[in-house]
DNA sequence: ATCCGATTAATGGTACGAACATTTGATTGA
DNA sequence: TCAATCAAATGTTCGTACCATTAATCGGAT
């Protein structure tokens, strides 16, 4: 054991939750690093003075929220993961689909979310990535217009792309993140969305358009014409998340 | 037992996980409707064929993912819970916790949010939603200017409340969960941030022309007022979040 | 000396049984 | 009639044993 002991015993009931609360506080409030590997269940038991039972309990539930790992074999225990998005968008997606929320509001909140980061990514994004994003938006607009037809996967790989840059010009994580759990809860319905022509075409539009204003560094022009979008919604494919 | 079996047995290898799988299928599939009761730890044993533990390691990933309930006693056991929008919150508060995310970068975006949340709900929002946004702003007018001095644990309150009044305006569900997800982000820092008499009187103004503009149902007028806001920062107490 | 396969030890996953704690409903007695 | 008591169902915890998986170690063949 190369760790000091971190842990004291629990007595009462609902053991498995102080143990498990015992063990998410040390790790969110820095004492031991993501990567880190805590203790053996066994190692646990003893710290904790409890069953292992309890102990095993406790780390399932900090597996599910996703801020521990648990490897089997030699070496194995329990290690303190980083958190990763997919954890958040799980949730969620589990929340939209039992509230039968339609793909629709999704998307008008994405849009929405757009429409601030076009501001500040005009304000705060690099050159380098103003150029990127006129480049992806040509792109977008080449592929769109093949003589052979659309290259709807590129298409998407790209608009997710420019996605993330977008919001990662804000210089603010929480756009980021926020970008990343909606585009993964949008998901599967991805597809259907660039299925419909007209969709596509308004999402490159759009996009060619933002570049070019972020680019030219006119942020309300840029806006202006999302905000269009905005008040007279397309018509999109209609869905509710199963 | 008055429900039919739902469950097959089991074999292999994460018992546990299959446990979760099967269950978590029924539930979202509706099969079992949020306050039935399910079965108790001992039905659930002989049905899925496993031992105790594995059920309730199963149990308790549900329990985390915030799908079932556990009662204890006579007339308890699993019973479905209807999600609530804390449990999709909690996910993303953690990340966000973990990744030290300034709270500035929280404030800046729930404001951005904001920003649309008005267009929404000057548009969609009923004739007594937007009268009782009026009125609770004016409360917080009222508030501010105490002769006994500001009262800033009501303010926080009903700020907290118009919050997810605009938001629940917008007739997104999406907004409300992102509403909820920030709120409970900022949690313990929105007592700093109140403390701050220019940053108190400038959301109190705010409130006050958002609702104002929103009730007579100007929203670009609205939306310019936090437009302004944007483009020049107010000062804010610097903080990351533990 | 080097490499590959078998052995071994640490560790998670599962099972079973027992005892305790909590909750609800039924029973009993004043 | 009402309150105290008891009993049954059920979650919570413990302990032990055994299996499966993994990584390190050891040993022999080349």
Chains 1, 2 share one sequence.
Do not use: H
Request: proline share 5%; net charge neutral; charged share 25%.
């Amino acid at each position: 054991m190369r760790l000091p002991i971190l842990f004291s015993p629990v007595t009462g009931n609902n053991l498995s939750e102080k143990v498990a609360a015992q063990i998410e506080s040390a790790i969110l409030s820095g004492t031991i690093l993501p990567g880190n590997r805590l203790s053996s269940e066994r190692d646990l038991q003893t710290q904790f003075e409890v069953g292992r039972g309890a102990v095993r309990e406790a780390l399932k539930t900090l597996k599910q929220k996703g801020i521990i790992e648990i490897r089997k074999g030699v070496k194995g225990g329990v290690y303190v993961k980083k958190l990763e998005i997919d954890n958040a968008s799980e949730s969620l997606s589990l929340l939209l689909k039992q509230n039968k929320v339609p793909i629709t509001d999704l998307v008008e909140f994405r849009d929405a979310v757009d429409e601030t980061e076009v501001i500040l990514a005009a304000i705060r994004g690099d050159r380098d990535e103003k150029r990127q994003l006129v480049e992806m938006a040509m792109q977008l607009s080449e592929l769109n217009t093949l003589p052979t037809g659309p290259d709807i996967e590129k298409i998407k790989a790209i608009d997710r792309e420019m996605n993330l840059l977008l919001a990662k010009m804000t210089k603010n994580f929480v756009f980021v993140w926020m970008k990343n759990t909606i585009q993964l809860s949008i998901g599967s319905y991805d597809s259907l969305l660039y299925e419909s022509p007209k969709y596509r075409s308004r999402t490159i539009d759009n996009w060619i358009n933002t570049a070019k204003e972020i680019a030219a560094g006119e942020p309300l022009r840029a806006l202006s014409l999302m905000f269009l979008s905005l008040c007279s919604p397309p018509e999109l494919p209609e869905g509710q998340a199963s």
